[in-house]
């Protein structure tokens, strides 16, 4: 591997790594985007970032269990159909010419940094909105008689939509490395409480469902000829610069960070993607 793409690889890791550890999601949209602009092929891109994630999601995820962030009962709902979801993706990536590739991918990041925007900007308003309405709904309906059979209803309802969130969650990761984004952001939509479960809770599922990806894209993209520099270096970069995102990140305001991040996605992937059109 040249030092000049290695280099890149790891200033998409460090900036990726330090932009997941203030605002808790972007680690695979905005290192993928920086990788898809320089010219590696979208399937060693999506590859690249979930070994990457295999190696970091496991001591995220483990340490959010160890602070008690994870919602066991949310785990399987999103891990089973997101592993589905991540591997049904993957094998469309590996099947999709190349050059329809390189188009598809910086527009499903380019969504992706709408969907932060969209996030930081409107998340927290309708969350409580939503959190609000479905307690009151709850303490209306237990003076009645139908209480218990509503609750066994909405428990159903519930899993329904964790298992819709997995496996779109998953696919779009196996397509652009990007699960956070949407599974972070749906959850916290769907379930009320802390902020800390959702956010907790995906981290956890993460590591299953990038490790199910990365697998189904090696064996697609046979293992021997794979550059494994590309996730080391991923990864280099990520161990610089996370324990000063994880500083900052009580100090800058998530919802500022996060604005401005879900810029910059749209930036590099509108760059991306007229490049591509010239």
């Known amino acids: 591997m040249s030092p000049g793409l290695w280099v890149m690889v790891v200033i998409a890791g460090a900036t990726g790594s330090f932009i997941d550890s203030v605002v808790g999601l972007g680690f695979g949209a905005f290192s993928s985007s920086i990788m898809v602009a320089g010219g ?9 970032v979930n070994l990457a994630k295999v190696g970091t999601g496991l001591f995220s995820g483990m340490a959010h269990w160890r602070f008690g962030n994870v919602r066991w009962n949310w785990v399987l709902p999103l891990a089973i159909p997101g ?5 049904s993706g993957a094998m469309l990536l590996t099947h999709l ?15 992706m940094g709408i969907l932060m925007l969209r996030r ?17 709904a709850s303490t ?17 309802l519930s899993n329904v939509w964790l298992c819709s969130i997995g496996f779109v969650a998953g696919f779009l990761n196996a397509l652009s490395g990007a699960f956070g984004p949407f599974a972070t952001s749906s ?22 469902v990038a490790g199910a990806i990365a697998v189904t894209l090696l064996w697609q993209l046979n293992w021997g000829s794979f550059r494994w520099g590309l996730p080391l270096a991923l990864m280099s ?6 324990p000063l995102g994880a500083y900052l990140s009580r100090r800058i ?5 996060g604005v401005v991040v879900g810029s910059a996605l749209i930036v590099v992937n509108l760059w991306s993607i007229l490049k591509g059109a010239i």
């Not at 970069?237 to 996370?242: E, F, H, I, P, R």
């Open 40 to 48: 590696i092929l979208p399937a060693t891109v999506v590859a690249t």
């Open 83 to 87: 592993i589905a979801g991540g591997i």
């Open 97 to 111: 010419p190349q050059e329809v590739a390189r188009v598809l991918v910086p527009w499903i990041l380019l969504a």
């Open 120 to 136: 930081f900007l409107f998340i927290s308003v309708r969350g409580f909105q939503v959190a609000g309405g479905s307690h009151e």
């Open 140 to 156: 209306a309906l237990s003076q009645g008689k139908w209480h218990e059979a509503w609750q066994a209803w909405t428990r159903v």
């Open 187 to 208: 959850v916290l939509l769907l379930k009320r409480g802390h902020p800390r479960f959702a956010i907790g809770t995906v981290n956890f599922v993460e590591f299953f």
């Open 237 to 242: 970069g990520s161990v610089l610069t996370a």
């Open 253 to 257: 305001p998530a919802r500022s960070l």
